[in-house]
């Protein structure tokens, strides 16, 4: 009996001192994490109250200045991952922000930073650039320079204040065109980045520069999310949206408004020909189109008794380099949309393009809608749309 008490004593001595052990404090590499955190945090909260010296004290690695025009409602950074060396580490980080008055939903951007330690033990930041494969910002490439329109926010980069203006324009006479064809269940405003460059624009979406030329703007946001309003951005394709006249520039953001209202009802069972179709058709609607002449490379195909078996498929939005392929799906989407709002009536067409986006998965919700809302088959609805290309372009 006392040999056993006098193991049991070794065994809760051991286990004592095993949990003392674990009460000893952060670890090296947790406390490292835990000043680099703090050290972010003063450095969010100086971008935040427009503090030039207490955002030079927690170090270089970015140009204040390129934020200053940047009106910013939220900025915070949150560590993932810290790799130390000696005196020096990298910290990835994950950035939230917001633009006041426009984003409900934060933008979320992976970013890299560079640190070292100074004499005094405390950290500072060397340099911050986007975290591997990540895109950039627009204060990325230069200074922001900034313009409000009645209904907009406009940002740019290597752009003058007039070009700014006229986008903020483009985009003021968009907001009220869409909210007569879709309805008022959206923000009603929207945020346009315009870049110097179509590789600017590019590094803003983290793709090749070729998979945008000849695009002349895409919206970036969050689908499906019913209830709130993501943060939306048009980034403008300066080069591509340079050789549009007056009346294309303004079908394009009407496009691209288009997308930032109906997003909420976008979502995985939206078929692209539906999407992009919609977003057509509201801004040709603005613009008082005829079919042939809004879409002349499906007139030309008809014409030569080339009319579509079906109606485009997502991959055929694809940018592949086939510009009369691309531009021949567009047009399709949207006269699809088009024989629609005819048939039917726009609020059919509004209906059927909630309907759509509803269902949740893309099996059957295309099927399921027509049924619904369009009292017809998809193979009824084919029907119906090669004849009707062949009225209105062959």
């Known amino acids: 009996m006392a040999g056993r008490r006098s193991g049991s004593a070794v065994l809760v001595l051991v286990l004592l001192l095993v949990a003392l052990a674990g009460c000893g404090g952060p670890s090296a590499a947790d406390s490292t994490t835990i000043d680099v955190q ?34 910013l409602t939220a900025w915070s950074y949150r560590v993932t991952d810290l790799r130390r060396t000696g005196g020096s580490a990298t910290a990835d980080a994950e950035l939230r ?33 986007p975290a591997q494969k990540a895109p ?9 320079r900034l313009v409000r329109g009645e209904r907009s926010l406009v940002l740019g980069v290597g752009q003058s204040a007039g070009a700014l203006r006229d986008f903020a324009g483009l985009a003021d006479r968009a907001v009220p065109a869409v909210t007569d064809a879709w309805g008022t269940d959206w923000s009603g405003r929207v945020v346009l980045l315009v870049p110097d460059s179509l590789t600017a624009m590019a590094g803003l979406l983290g793709s090749p520069a070729s998979s945008y030329r000849g695009i002349a703007a895409v919206t970036t946001g969050e689908t499906g999310t019913p209830g709130r309003s993501p943060a939306d951005r048009i980034i403008v394709n300066p080069e591509a949206f340079a050789l549009l006249g007056g009346p294309g520039e303004q ?35 603005a613009a008082g189109r005829a079919p042939a002449e809004a879409a002349p490379e499906l007139s030309r195909a008809v014409r030569r008794g080339e009319v579509p078996a079906g109606l485009p498929s997502d991959e055929d939005f694809g940018f592949t380099g086939d510009a009369g392929r691309l531009a021949r799906s567009y047009e399709s989407g949207w006269t699809a949309c088009l024989m629609i709002a005819g048939r039917w009536g726009e609020d059919r067409l509004r209906a059927f393009y909630r309907a759509v986006g509803e269902h949740g998965t893309r099996e059957g919700a295309v099927e399921e809608a027509m049924r ?19 009225d209105q372009l062959g």
């Open 372 to 390: 619904d809302v369009l009292g017809t088959t998809p193979q009824a609805f084919t029907r119906e749309w090669r004849s009707y290309l062949r």
């Open 38 to 71: 703090r050290l972010l945090d003063r450095r969010a909260a100086a971008v935040l109250d427009r503090d030039a010296r207490a955002y030079a004290r927690t170090g270089t690695g970015g140009d204040f200045g390129r934020l200053r025009a940047v009106p």
């Open 97 to 129: 922000y917001r633009l006041a008055g426009y984003d409900r939903a934060p933008v979320t951007a992976r970013r890299t930073l560079r640190l070292s330690r100074d004499a005094d033990g405390d950290w500072t930041v060397e340099a911050e650039r």
């Open 251 to 285: 079908v394009v953001v009407t496009h691209e408004t288009t997308h930032v209202a109906t997003r909420a009802h976008t979502g995985a069972a939206t078929p692209l020909w539906l999407s992009e179709g919609y977003a057509d058709w509201v801004g040709y609607r």
């Open 136 to 144: 950039q910002q627009l204060w990325d490439q230069g200074t922001v």
